[in-house]
């Protein structure tokens, strides 16, 4: 017998050189996951609906402590909008450029790298220069029949 692990939740010991063991436990895993994502769902609009119908944003506990509610909404701006709405209030282009933020980023799309790789061995060269491989968090898919 391998090494075992006690699943939290399911309560299941696991010998983890068993993959057909190991393979069902993260399943009863994952569905108590999805229960307790669910049930927490379930719970915070409770406290949520109590906290809208008694207009309050916090709601004091018998040991002291305050459950608090998040804000529902949060802002967001339309960056195109603000620059010609600050513009048109005179604004200095260097402060408008302080209050929005440029982003411009590249992505290789490895498809059509890997077809101007095949067209031309200069072009293969450099992709291959070009690229790393960085690990990736592994996971488990199961598929049911």
Do not use: F
């Not at 408008?96 to 290789?108: A, C, F, K, L």
């Amino acid at each position: 017998m391998g090494e075992e692990l006690v699943v939290p939740g399911v309560g299941e010991i696991v010998d983890l050189s068993d993959v057909p063991a190991v393979v069902s436990a993260l399943e009863a895993l994952r569905d108590y996951e999805s229960l307790i994502r669910e049930t927490k769902s379930t719970l915070t609009r409770a406290v949520v609906e109590h906290a809208t119908e008694h207009g309050v944003r916090s709601v004091e506990l018998p040991n002291g402590d305050r459950a608090e509610i998040s804000a529902p909404t949060e802002n967001v701006y339309d960056p195109y909008i603000l620059i010609e709405k600050l513009r048109e209030a005179g604004m200095p282009e260097t402060r408008i450029g302080e209050i929005i933020e440029e982003t411009v980023t590249h992505r290789v799309r490895a498809g059509e790298a890997k077809k101007a790789a095949k067209a031309n061995p200069a072009y293969a060269e450099a992709l291959e220069e070009s690229r790393t491989e960085q690990p990736r968090t592994q996971y488990v898919t199961i598929r049911k029949r």
